[in-house]
């Protein structure tokens, strides 16, 4: 697997394809019931639930705690003491936060049984606030044609074949590359 600058990942053995790193610019946030819950606070303290996250039953209270302490220390205290919160990480732009925590009943459901690693998902949270989210595009090259009754020629261009979305951090969306590029070549 080769890569320009220009995003572009080839396949030593597969002419005349291609895959694009496309920055995702409406990408949305970090999905998955697997995921620990989150909650996204706002430079002015404005707090909401992440949606697409596992919701414990009383979303609602946390996020009115965060309200009521106004303070990191006491809410991350308020979750390990009435909550049973074994790991706490964030992940900060300019603008937001995100609180990523774990609860009894969110480790119970992910089948975890001592300390919730959450580095997974703070990388991910990271790259969403850093707009680091990317689509890979599997290109196929058509060659120029020449019309055998006019003699009008189409121009050779790269035709998208297939395409992929959501992947958190360029990294991830590298390591997608080369099999989505073998995967539509196989078809």
């Known amino acids: 697997m080769t890569m320009s ?3 572009v990942v080839t396949v030593a053995g597969l002419p ?3 895959a694009l790193l496309v920055a995702d610019a409406d990408a949305g946030e970090p999905w998955g019931d697997a995921l620990a819950p989150a909650l996204l606070i706002g430079r002015g303290g404005r707090v909401r639930a992440a949606a697409e996250v596992y919701q414990p039953a009383h979303t609602g209270r946390l996020a009115h705690a965060w309200q009521y302490f106004c303070d990191h220390d006491l809410f991350c205290r308020y979750l390990r003491l009435c909550h049973g919160t074994t790991s706490i990480a964030t992940a900060s732009s ?3 936060t995100a609180l990523i925590f774990d609860t009894t009943a969110y480790r119970a459901h992910a089948g975890i049984t001592g300390v919730a690693d959450l580095s997974a998902e703070q990388a991910e949270w990271q790259a969403w606030l850093d707009g680091d989210v990317y689509g890979v595009v ?3 090259h058509i060659p120029a044609v ?3 009754h ?3 020629t189409t ?3 790269w035709t998208a074949v297939e395409s992929c979305w ?3 951090g360029r990294a991830s969306a590298e390591d997608a590359a080369e099999p989505l590029l073998r995967a539509c070549t196989a078809v």
């Open 155 to 157: 121009p050779a261009m």
């Open 16 to 18: 005349g394809w291609r």
């Open 138 to 140: 599997v290109q196929q």
């Open 166 to 168: 959501g992947y958190f």
């Open 5 to 7: 600058r220009d995003d």
């Open 94 to 96: 300019q603008d937001t």
């Open 146 to 148: 020449s019309c055998t």
């Open 150 to 152: 006019c003699g009008q």
